[in-house]
């Protein structure tokens, strides 16, 4: 199930994308007689638990319900997959191409550091950053969701806890950055990651540590790697995560980048107004965004 949130009247809604069109959730939800919800932060709270069984149902419930229907992708706006994440989360440092890139010694635990929902923007809006930055970066991700409340997981449990996965922009200024000694400011410009454009439930992606991940500037590959290089597996992460603080419905983790990153290179690649760009991650979609101009 492709789980995406729409803008309807000044109002965001939780929908369903089933073959390249949009089904609104509350009348889904409705229409199956259950408990209604308009949000997908609402609908991970209350169906997190049971996401399996509702992701194997839904195309005959759409075939049903045909008056469920929002429109067709291209002409429904769609904005980050939870427009009001409580918590995002992010893991650095977590491939060892990556490592060896920066110069760093191996974590021994994930590296871990946050952004704020301000950050976030949809799969159809631009990346501002460039009037405050002359150093913005690219990293190419997988963000996972959490689906059900996550305290002390244990690791093999973990999976369990994942609504689904999303392409992650962790756009990042690096003149900010390198500032000081915490990386707060260069990853926490205003409207500056992208993420999307849907959240796909692990029934249709599998085994989570087995993606490629593809990072494009201008249709040029500047990262390629998989997951299966992290060195903290997803559930790794949930179980280390929820070991210190409580995962809600709806929390955002950003799971690490690979080697490839512009600042690393010889010459700096840096992002400029007008440019484009891709996180294709594979089974779970592509997200293209355009750096917005000054």
């Not at 009348?27 to 169906?47: Q, W």
């Not at 976030?120 to 460039?130: C, F, H, R, S």
Request: hydrophobic share 40%; with cysteine.
């Amino acid at each position: 199930m492709r789980i995406v949130s729409y803008l309807h009247e000044s109002r965001v809604r939780g929908g369903v994308l089933l073959d390249d069109t949009v089904f609104d959730l509350e009348r889904l939800l409705r229409a199956a007689r259950t408990t209604p919800a308009s949000s997908v932060r609402d609908f991970l709270t209350v169906y997190g638990p049971e996401l399996k069984s509702f992701s194997t149902s839904v195309a005959a419930l759409i075939k049903q319900n045909p008056r469920t229907r929002v429109g067709a992708r291209s002409d429904v706006h769609l904005t980050t997959p939870v427009p009001d994440p409580a918590k995002v989360l992010c893991v650095g440092l977590n491939y060892k191409d990556h490592v060896a890139e920066t110069g760093r010694a191996l974590p021994e635990h994930p590296d871990v550091f946050v952004k704020f929902a301000s950050t976030l923007v949809g799969p159809e809006d631009e990346i501002q950053g460039a009037d405050v930055s002359a150093n913005l970066d690219f990293e190419g991700e997988v963000a996972v969701v959490i689906g059900r409340t996550a305290r002390q997981v244990p690791e093999e449990e973990a999976l369990g806890y994942v609504a689904g996965l999303a392409p992650l922009n962790d756009i990042s200024a690096r003149d900010l950055q390198y500032r000081g000694t915490q990386w707060t400011a260069g990853k926490t410009v205003d409207r500056s990651t992208p993420w999307g454009p849907a959240l796909v439930t692990l029934d249709e992606i599998g085994d989570p540590q087995t993606l490629e991940l593809v990072t494009r500037v201008n249709g040029v590959e500047l990262q390629h790697s998989n997951t299966r290089h992290q060195i903290f597996s997803i559930a790794r992460i949930i179980s280390y995560l929820s070991s210190f603080l409580t995962l809600e419905p709806g929390d955002v983790i950003a799971t690490g980048t690979p080697q490839g990153i512009g600042a690393k290179r010889t010459p700096p690649i840096w992002l400029k107004p007008g440019d484009t760009v891709e996180v294709d991650v594979e089974r779970v979609g592509v997200l293209g965004n355009r750096v917005a101009e000054h």
